[in-house]
Structure formats: C-alpha cells, structure tokens
C-alpha cells in the first residue's frame, strides 16, 4: 500500500492547485467579454436576452457564455473572475476590461471579513437547476480545487450552514424548500446566487412555472455567472467576498 503510495505521487505529482487565485486557465474557456462597437449587433442571436445593440452591452447575469455573439463586436477572453456583490455591475459595457471589472466588482464589507474570513460553511440548494452548476460546486471540493483548504465547505444541513448556495431558475415545486431552509440558517447569514439560471432565470427565464419571489423578499450578498460556474470562479468569488480589504 505505501508503494503504491509512493508510485503514484511520483508518476502524477501534486494534482492540487497551488495557487488559486491566479490560476491560469486554458485558452478555450469564454470567460469575461470584450465589447468593440464594430459592426452590425444581432441582438436576436442570444437566447436569454444579454446581448443588448443600444448601447452595447452584455449581462453576465443572463448570459451562457454559448458563444453565438463571438465576431465582430464581441470577443470571450479566458478571464474567469466574474463575481459581484452588486446585480447592476454585472452589465458590461463597451470598453470595460477585465482588470476594470474585478477592481470594482465585488464591494468589500468589514463585518462580512470579520465573521466569514477563517470558516465559512454553505448550504447549496438546487432550486431546479439542470446539474451543470451543482457537478461544478461539487468539484470546488475535490483534490485539484479543494477549497475546504480555505476554510470553505458545502455542509448537509442549513442549520449547520453560514449561508446558503442557490442554483437553478427556482421553480415553483422549490420555492417553499428554498424559503424553508433560508429560514432553517442561523444568523447571521448569507446568500450566493450561482449560475445564470439562478442570477437571471437563465434559458427558463420567460416560464410560467417558475417562482422567484424569494429574490424579491430577501437580500443576495454574493452574483456568482456563468453556465455552468466554473470552480475557480466560484472559489475566488468567495474568497473576495470574505477577505477582500476595502
């Protein structure tokens, strides 16, 4: 047993990421957009609404990153940080840059560093999410993320929870689950919405049969994009949150 121990730290090295912050990325990945007014704008080419002609913009909150923009006007980098504490900030606008972007993003709160900074512990609610965000959070605790490192973990009940994760567009079969174990949460607490269905309603976001009122009765401290999220979005988005220094 300890050979085979042995055999596989020297054949496979260290699986985990050293350095979480600046990770890098592969080259494929459609991350923050670049907006060029240089052309003609098909708004009708985005199937949740993001993509806006006048003035150009795109809502990271509404947008999949599927890629049918990309061209003239459009183009993805590879940069993963798109958290925000704030819904508006999430529209971006013609010029912006990613550096620009991260800088103002995420608003730092002393009492949010002070209570959360050395453990913070969540509860993540699946509110009709297709399991795209939910295999991407699961991820976030494996051996090449391992955010519990950072004092980070998903925990089995809300009572034993900081803070809740919610992904999906919230059905109405889940509202009252969502609101239930909102309330099962000791203060103080937070709330993380991950993924465009959840920020937005996503490609779901024009159905009947969804119910999103808890959005509307309660604040949301944390705007995590993407579709799915990806792990090292989610985990700087949560470290800024908690640690960032105003």
């Known amino acids: 047993m300890l050979l085979d121990t042995v055999k596989l730290k020297y054949f496979q090295g260290n699986q985990f990421i050293p350095d979480i912050p600046n990770a890098p990325m592969r080259s494929q ?9 240089n052309g003609v704008v098909d708004e009708s080419v985005c199937p949740t609404g993001a993509l806006k ?9 509404k947008c999949t990153l599927c890629g049918n923009c990309k061209g003239e006007c459009v183009e993805f980098t590879n940069h993963y940080k798109l958290a925000s504490t704030s819904r508006e900030k999430l529209v971006i606008t013609e010029g912006m840059t990613p550096e620009e972007f991260e800088k103002a993003a995420i608003e730092a709160r002393k009492e949010i ?8 512990k969540l509860r993540q609610v699946s509110a009709a999410g297709c399991n795209g965000c939910e295999m991407e959070l ?3 605790s494996n051996c090449n993320f391992d955010m519990g490192r950072f004092g980070i973990d998903f925990v089995a009940s809300p009572r034993h929870a900081d803070g809740l994760v919610i992904t999906g567009p919230i059905s109405e ?11 099962s949460t000791p203060d103080p607490k937070i709330v993380i919405l991950a993924g465009a269905c959840a920020i937005s309603g996503g490609v779901f976001q024009n159905s009947s049969k969804l119910n999103r009122e808890f959005l509307e009765k309660y604040p949301i401290d944390l705007y995590i ?5 990806h792990p090292l979005t989610f985990i700087n988005g949560v470290l800024d949150f908690i640690s960032k220094k105003s």
């Open 53 to 61: 002609a006048n003035p150009l913009s795109i809502d990271l909150g």
């Open 173 to 183: 079969n889940m509202a009252y689950a969502l609101e239930d174990c909102y309330k």
């Open 29 to 37: 990945f459609r991350g923050f957009p670049i907006l060029k007014q």
């Open 225 to 229: 994009p993407g579709c799915p999220v």
């Open 113 to 120: 560093r002070r209570v959360f900074s050395k453990s913070l």
């Open 138 to 140: 699961n991820a976030c």
